[in-house]
């Protein structure tokens, strides 16, 4: 079984900081890594894809992934309220045909 | 920007009952699948479709589930016989490679 695994939360930050969002994964085949934004009652939204180890911004979002360490990260400059949300990390592997989800970390910005 | 749409938004139906669930899909994306999401839990694949036929689908997707494409635009995931555990709610992605774009999802309740 293919796992994704991510502390559940809440991940409760003021706002202004840096979130940090944490997830790992069992399959070392894995290619493909993805973040997903999910408002309460809303549909996952895609934030950013990553397939190489390092870092990759965006805005202000830095996805870092360590295949060795079978390890994805998000972090969220300058957060904001409108931050606040469960945030998804997925898993691609077998080519384009299947996404693995962890649970997601809910996410709280404190005004 | 193009995105993917959902009808209907909330279908409720008895136990036993077959429903259709209706997407389409991106225009140029190759790449179908569906998920579900039961309240509270992950985002679980379901089925993944591409040149007519599906290419991967996970333990969920038994006998009393099966999807098509009937038509250039429209993908449709159908439950035979519905059962309470069914009641979930239901997203449609699709993508041109592997970064999956969900629709807006339709709320199934199983009475």
């Known amino acids: 079984q293919k796992e994704v695994e991510q502390n559940s939360g809440p991940l409760s930050v003021p706002e202004g900081a840096i979130a940090s969002l944490n997830c790992t994964y069992s399959?070392?085949?894995?290619?493909?890594f993805f973040w997903y934004r999910q408002y309460s009652g809303k549909s996952p939204e895609l934030i950013m894809s990553?397939?190489?180890?390092g870092d990759k911004e965006d805005g202000r979002f830095t996805a870092q992934l360590n295949k060795a360490s079978q390890y994805v990260s998000l972090l969220i400059r300058d957060s904001q309220p409108s931050d606040s949300a469960t945030y998804l990390c997925?898993?691609?592997?077998?080519?384009?045909?299947?996404?693995?989800f962890g649970i997601g970390t809910k996410l709280q910005v404190i005004p | 920007e193009p995105e993917v749409t959902q009808t209907p938004s909330h279908q409720v139906t008895q136990m036993g009952q077959e429903v259709i669930l209706r997407c389409v899909p991106i225009?140029?994306?190759?790449?179908f699948y569906w998920y579900r999401q039961i309240l509270g839990q992950k985002v679980e694949f379901l089925v993944s479709?591409?040149?007519?036929?599906?290419?991967?689908k996970s333990e969920i997707f038994d006998d009393q589930f099966s999807v098509e494409r009937p038509d250039g635009s429209n993908f449709t995931l159908k439950i035979r016989s519905t059962k309470l555990e069914d009641s979930a709610m239901y997203f449609c992605?699709?993508?041109?490679?592997?970064?999956?774009?969900f629709g807006p999802g339709t709320r199934l309740t199983v009475l």
């Open positions: 992605a699709s993508s041109e490679s592997d970064e999956q774009f």
């Open positions: 399959d070392r085949g894995s290619q493909s």
């Open positions: 990553i397939y190489s180890n």
């Open positions: 997925a898993v691609n592997t077998g080519g384009y045909q299947k996404v693995t």
């Open positions: 225009s140029n994306h190759l790449y």
């Open positions: 479709f591409y040149n007519n036929e599906i290419s991967e």
